[in-house]
């Protein structure tokens, strides 16, 4: 089985030369962690602070999430495994109520308290998904 690198140039970069957005192995595409990673600020890490509250952050992880996909021909509705790390337990509902919309079908989800990096990150989402033959 061949490895491929996977990045979208819909969105920012990541912020070490060692990640790409995306790995695919056969008909697998897992995700790298995203965070509210806008598609101008090249890999500082720094600006995602001013991405703002939780909610316009969730919107952006899910929008960079929703790109990586589309780049390896694939959707959300290919998802067979999601992880979402927290900064608070209280963020929880408002992180769902955002993502429900994007999710067609029930996925195998876990969820994690935990700091991230960037430290401005309130929230960051890895995915596995299927990419159809």
């Known amino acids: 089985m061949k490895k491929e690198v996977v990045n979208s140039p819909k969105i ?11 790995t695919r192995a056969g008909n697998f595409l897992f995700i790298t962690g995203q965070v509210a990673n806008p598609p101008d600020i090249g890999g500082d890490p720094h600006a995602v602070g001013e991405m703002g509250d939780l909610e ?3 919107v952006q992880v899910m929008e960079n999430l929703k790109a ?18 927290l900064t608070h337990v209280d963020d929880f509902a408002g992180v769902y109520k955002v993502m ?6 029930p996925v195998a989800s876990t969820g994690i308290l935990a700091g991230l990096i960037p430290s401005s990150a ?7 998904a299927v990419i159809p033959d």
Do not use: M, W
């Open 100 to 105: 429900e919309p994007y999710f067609n079908s």
């Open 56 to 58: 316009t952050q969730a």
């Open 122 to 128: 309130r929230l960051e989402i890895d995915l596995i």
């Open 68 to 85: 990586i996909l589309e780049e390896a021909g694939t959707s959300f509705d290919n998802v067979v495994k999601r992880n979402v790390y």
């Open 12 to 22: 920012g970069k990541s912020f070490s030369n060692t990640t790409c957005h995306a």
